[in-house]
C-alpha cells in the first residue's frame, strides 16, 4: 500500500479510501466487518462514512455497523484513519439538518455514539449550506476540535468559491479550517478541474474522489452487461448513461484490455495520477471486488494512454483550470 498527507497536514492516509456507503442497505453487518478486516490486511487505513449511511432517517445504519466493528477491539479504531459527515436529515423537526452549531454538535456527539470511538479524525460537511454564515460554523468546529472530538475538518460538494470563503474565514480565525474535499471526480464528470481543484490545490486540501467509476460505467459494463453480470451499471441513470456514451466507452474497455489493466483500476490509476488527488474511495460490496481495486495501485499509465483517455473523455472547454478552459 502507498500512503500520502491527506492535503497540507501532517497525517498520513493509504493512496485508496474505503467507502462504506453500500454497509447496512447491501452488505451485511458480518460481511461489512470482513472487508474492514481485509481493508486492513491491505494497508488502508483511510475510511470515508456518514452519518445519513444506511438511509434510514436518524438511525445512521452504517456508522453503527463501524462502530460494532470497532468494539471488537485488536487496535481497529487505531489503525483507521476515520471519516464521517454532517449535513442531512436526521431528524424530521426543523434543527435536524443542515449546518447550525447546534446541528454540527449534535450530530458530531451521536456519530461518536454510534461509531463507539472517543474522536472523529475527519470531520467533513456533507454539502454547502446557504444560509449558515462561517462564523457560527466554524465557531462549532473549534469547539468540537478543542475537546479533542474532532481532529479535522473537511467539506464536501463545494464549489470552488465555497472553499475560498470558508479558508478566508477560517484564516481569520487564526484556524486551521478545510484540509480536504471530497467531490464527483472521475473520467466521465470533470467539472472539478475547472476551479475546485484548483482551489483545492491553492488552500492545500486534499481531494477525495467519490464515484471513481461513474456509477459502474467505467468498470467493464459493456463486457458485464455482456456477461449477464451487470450490477449498478444496468440500473436507473447509469444505464442511460451507458447508451448515451457507448462509443467512448466500449473504446474504453478495449484500451484498458490493450495495457492489461481492468477498467476499474485503469479509471482509479487515472485519478491516482492526478495531482491534486489523495485517495479515491473505492464502494466494495464483495471482498473480491476490494482485492481487485488493489491492481490500481500497481499500474502506471504512460502519457499516451492518458493522451487516449483525454480523447475519449473530454475534459470541460479546453481543458485544465478556469479560465483558461473557456477563455484566451
Same mark, same amino acid.
Given at each position: 500500500?502507498?500512503?500520502?498527507?491527506?492535503?497540507?497536514?501532517?497525517?498520513?492516509?493509504?493512496?485508496?479510501?474505503?467507502?462504506?456507503?453500500?454497509?447496512?442497505?447491501?452488505?451485511?453487518?458480518?460481511?461489512?466487518?470482513?472487508?474492514?478486516?481485509?481493508?486492513?490486511?491491505?494497508?488502508?487505513?483511510?475510511?470515508?462514512?456518514?452519518?445519513?449511511?444506511?438511509?434510514?432517517?436518524?438511525?445512521?445504519?452504517?456508522?453503527?455497523?463501524?462502530?460494532?466493528?470497532?468494539?471488537?477491539?485488536?487496535?481497529?479504531?487505531?489503525?483507521?484513519?476515520?471519516?464521517?459527515?454532517?449535513?442531512?436529515?436526521?431528524?424530521?423537526?426543523?434543527?435536524?439538518?443542515?449546518?447550525?452549531?447546534?446541528?454540527?454538535?449534535?450530530?458530531?456527539?451521536?456519530?461518536?455514539?454510534?461509531?463507539?470511538?472517543?474522536?472523529?479524525?475527519?470531520?467533513?460537511?456533507?454539502?454547502?449550506?446557504?444560509?449558515?454564515?462561517?462564523?457560527?460554523?466554524?465557531?462549532?468546529?473549534?469547539?468540537?476540535?478543542?475537546?479533542?472530538?474532532?481532529?479535522?475538518?473537511?467539506?464536501?460538494?463545494?464549489?470552488?468559491?465555497?472553499?475560498?470563503?470558508?479558508?478566508?474565514?477560517?484564516?481569520?480565525?487564526?484556524?486551521?479550517?478545510?484540509?480536504?474535499?471530497?467531490?464527483?471526480?472521475?473520467?466521465?464528470?470533470?467539472?472539478?478541474?475547472?476551479?475546485?481543484?484548483?482551489?483545492?490545490?491553492?488552500?492545500?486540501? /486534499?481531494?477525495?474522489?467519490? +464515484?471513481? %467509476?461513474?456509477?459502474? *460505467?467505467?468498470?467493464?459494463? &459493456?463486457?458485464?452487461?455482456? =456477461?449477464?453480470?451487470?450490477?449498478?451499471?444496468?440500473?436507473?441513470?447509469?444505464?442511460?448513461?451507458?447508451?448515451?456514451?457507448?462509443?467512448?466507452?466500449?473504446?474504453?474497455?478495449?484500451?484498458?484490455?490493450?495495457?492489461?489493466?481492468?477498467?476499474?483500476?485503469?479509471?482509479?490509476?487515472?485519478?491516482?495520477?492526478?495531482?491534486?488527488?489523495?485517495?479515491?474511495?473505492? /464502494?466494495?460490496?464483495?471482498? +473480491?471486488? %476490494?482485492?481487485?481495486? *488493489?491492481?490500481?495501485?500497481? &499500474?502506471?499509465?504512460?502519457? =499516451?494512454?492518458?493522451?487516449?483517455?483525454?480523447?475519449?473523455?473530454?475534459?470541460?472547454?479546453?481543458?485544465?483550470?478556469?479560465?483558461?478552459?473557456?477563455?484566451?
Amino acid at each position: 500500500m502507498e500512503y500520502t498527507n491527506l492535503g497540507r497536514t501532517g497525517l498520513s492516509v493509504s493512496r485508496l479510501c474505503l467507502g462504506t456507503m453500500n454497509f447496512g442497505p447491501k452488505t451485511t453487518e458480518p460481511d461489512s466487518f470482513a472487508i474492514m478486516d481485509r481493508a486492513l490486511e491491505h494497508g488502508i487505513n483511510f475510511f470515508d462514512t456518514a452519518n445519513v449511511y444506511g438511509w434510514k432517517t436518524g438511525e445512521g445504519v452504517t456508522e453503527t455497523i463501524i462502530g460494532n466493528w470497532f468494539a471488537q477491539g485488536s487496535g481497529r479504531r487505531e489503525k483507521v484513519v476515520l471519516a464521517t459527515k454532517v449535513y442531512g436529515k436526521m431528524q424530521e423537526w426543523p434543527n435536524g439538518q443542515g449546518l447550525s452549531a447546534r446541528h454540527i454538535i449534535a450530530e458530531a456527539n451521536a456519530s461518536l455514539r454510534r461509531l463507539q470511538t472517543d474522536y472523529i479524525d475527519l470531520y467533513q460537511m456533507h454539502h454547502i449550506s446557504r444560509t449558515t454564515p462561517w462564523e457560527e460554523i466554524w465557531q462549532a468546529m473549534e469547539v468540537l476540535v478543542a475537546q479533542g472530538k474532532v481532529l479535522y475538518v473537511g467539506s464536501s460538494n463545494f464549489a470552488g468559491w465555497h472553499i475560498a470563503a470558508a479558508q478566508e474565514s477560517a484564516k481569520a480565525r487564526h484556524f486551521l479550517g478545510l484540509v480536504a474535499e471530497q467531490c464527483i471526480y472521475n473520467l466521465m464528470a470533470r467539472t472539478v478541474e475547472l476551479e475546485v481543484l484548483p482551489a483545492a490545490k491553492q488552500y492545500g486540501l /486534499g481531494i477525495i474522489p467519490w +464515484s471513481p %467509476l461513474h456509477g459502474g *460505467l467505467l468498470s467493464g459494463a &459493456l463486457a458485464k452487461a455482456a =456477461a449477464g453480470t451487470a450490477g449498478r451499471s444496468a440500473e436507473g441513470r447509469s444505464a442511460e448513461d451507458l447508451e448515451k456514451h457507448r462509443a467512448a466507452i466500449e473504446e474504453f474497455e478495449k484500451l484498458a484490455a490493450s495495457i492489461g489493466g481492468d477498467p476499474a483500476n485503469v479509471a482509479l490509476a487515472w485519478l491516482l495520477a492526478q495531482e491534486t488527488v489523495t485517495a479515491p474511495i473505492i /464502494g466494495p460490496r464483495t471482498l +473480491s471486488q %476490494l482485492d481487485s481495486t *488493489l491492481g490500481a495501485l500497481e &499500474l502506471s499509465l504512460d502519457q =499516451a494512454t492518458l493522451d487516449r483517455l483525454d480523447e475519449l473523455f473530454p475534459p470541460v472547454g479546453k481543458g485544465g483550470p478556469g479560465p483558461e478552459a473557456w477563455a484566451w
